[in-house]
């Protein structure tokens, strides 16, 4: 069935969907496996053709970036602008963000020219994130999905304790540790003493989360402080979250550990990771890493390991961490491009299904949110390209590195997730349980991993 041009997205017709859950595949030398010369842009398209025919440009496109052959890039770009459109249905707006991704890599070629065009473009503020962060959570509730479900390990991994310390690593959304206070007031015990120290780089975003859990406490009669940390995660100290002897510990990370991964290009040292062990003495010698993680080979020691093993030596009860499903952490530019093409189709097709072309909230999603990661993920390199998503396989090898071992999520929280998801009024958004951990998919694509671990070996 061909959609038409005005309606929105069907999850069932969508050629979005059909694309965003097919593998693409690149020929042994690189480019794209597709026909070298498109012979339909001369004709008006319909949607499906157009979707196809962008498809077609972008891998042959990105092909080209890779390999050096900016002529052939521009090329395909000047088609690529032809066709896609940041308000047009799904196929074009991804295209779009594409685009504008690989012509920014493109212009790299040229420092002077890419400064002078880039630097007056230097992004979203953190207001403009912030707001694109919370109407992805309303359009596209996955990581509400996520969020109870790592309430629910917290309540559970803290049954009868009386003095509660969570540590949130990204320090965001207070939706979350809202819900938390009224799990806790409800418990048959009385509410714990409940310490949250929250991680975020902008103070004003703690601030308002403060403000926001403190009022709530107070009205519920829950015993709460407050520990605001100001920091990046790869700069962060340990320390700095005052972890006291006598307090139960939780920690949870929502789509922050792949940040680590990024100084895994970086082998200056600069960080104070990289010289020497983890704190359980697990983490390995730097001595013996030879490759990094880009290369395929499960690393030794790195940022993101070092950190880890510094988790596990505070002993946590829980740790729940939440990625994104992908593998977006490759050297080579073709093969993360083809992968990110795959995953972020996914997203832009579940947005089109979630909101009108004409919707602010979905504009924003889509350029302040989805299109920095994509730009992000294509047009940096080094130290710069800190969306280095990995799929749960890498992060358990990481997990049980440091020495962690994996706490299956609760039946009961999968029951609410699924629940949840069936209460959104949408076919697409399902939950798969996998070995203990939660998939929270669109259609049959997971797009985030939702895992718990424990940081004792219990006998």
């Not at 991680?199 to 829950?222: F, G, I, N, P, S």
């Not at 100001?230 to 990370?253: H, N, P, Q, Y």
Request: hydrophobic share 40%; glycine share 6%.
């Amino acid at each position: 069935m061909v959609q038409d041009e005005g309606s929105s997205s069907s999850v069932t017709s969508s050629p979005l969907h059909n694309f965003s859950t097919m593998p693409l595949h690149t020929s042994p030398g690189g480019a794209a496996a597709a026909s070298p010369t498109p012979p339909w842009l001369a004709r008006e398209l319909r949607s499906d053709e157009r979707g196809l025919c962008l498809i077609h440009l972008l891998l042959n496109c990105a092909a080209a970036a890779g390999a050096g052959r900016l002529d052939a890039a521009n090329a395909a770009l000047e088609h690529i602008a032809s066709l896609a459109s940041p308000d047009g249905d799904a196929m074009q707006r991804v295209a779009a963000a594409f685009a504008e991704a690989l012509a920014r890599r493109a212009l790299r070629a040229w420092p002077g020219l890419c400064r002078a065009l880039l630097l007056p473009r230097a992004g979203p503020t953190p207001a403009e994130l912030a707001a694109a962060r919370r109407h992805f959570l309303d359009l596209c509730p996955f990581l509400r999905l996520a969020g109870a479900a790592a309430n629910q390990s917290v309540l559970e991994a803290m049954e009868s304790e009386k003095i509660v310390h969570v540590v949130d690593l990204g320090g965001a959304d207070a939706t979350q540790w809202l819900e938390l206070l009224h799990l806790l007031a409800a418990r048959p015990e009385g509410p714990p003493h409940l310490r949250l120290t929250a991680v975020h780089e902008h103070r004003d975003v703690l601030t308002q989360t403060a403000m926001a859990l403190t009022k709530e406490a107070e009205r519920l009669d829950v015993p709460f402080q407050f520990n605001p940390v100001v920091s990046r995660l790869e700069a962060l100290d340990v320390e700095s979250l005052r972890v006291k002897t006598g307090e139960a510990l939780a920690v949870t990370s929502s789509l922050q550990l792949h940040c680590l991964l990024a100084s895994d290009d970086d082998t200056s040292g600069k960080d104070g990771y990289h010289h020497h062990q983890s704190s359980n003495g697990k983490g390995g010698d730097t001595n013996k890493r030879q490759r990094s993680p880009e290369s395929g080979v499960s690393p030794t020691t790195s940022r993101a390991d070092a950190f880890l093993g510094a988790l596990w030596g505070l002993s946590p009860k829980v740790v729940v961490v939440t990625e994104q499903e992908a593998s977006h952490n490759a050297a080579p530019l073709t093969e993360r491009f083809v992968e990110a093409l795959n995953y972020y189709a996914a997203l832009f097709d579940c947005l089109e299904s979630a909101a009108p072309r004409g919707s602010v909230e979905r504009a924003r999603v889509e350029r302040w949110l989805l299109g920095e990661e994509v730009k992000n993920i294509v047009a940096c390199d080094g130290a710069d390209r800190r969306e280095r998503h990995e799929r749960l396989d890498r992060w358990t090898a990481r997990m049980e590195g440091a020495g962690f071992a994996r706490v299956p999520l609760s039946y009961y929280a999968l029951l609410q997730a699924r629940r949840a998801a069936q209460g959104l009024g949408c076919d697409g958004f399902k939950v798969r349980e996998e070995k203990g951990a939660f998939f929270l998919c669109w259609q049959d694509r997971a797009i985030f991993s939702v895992s718990a671990w424990r940081g004792r070996r219990f006998d």
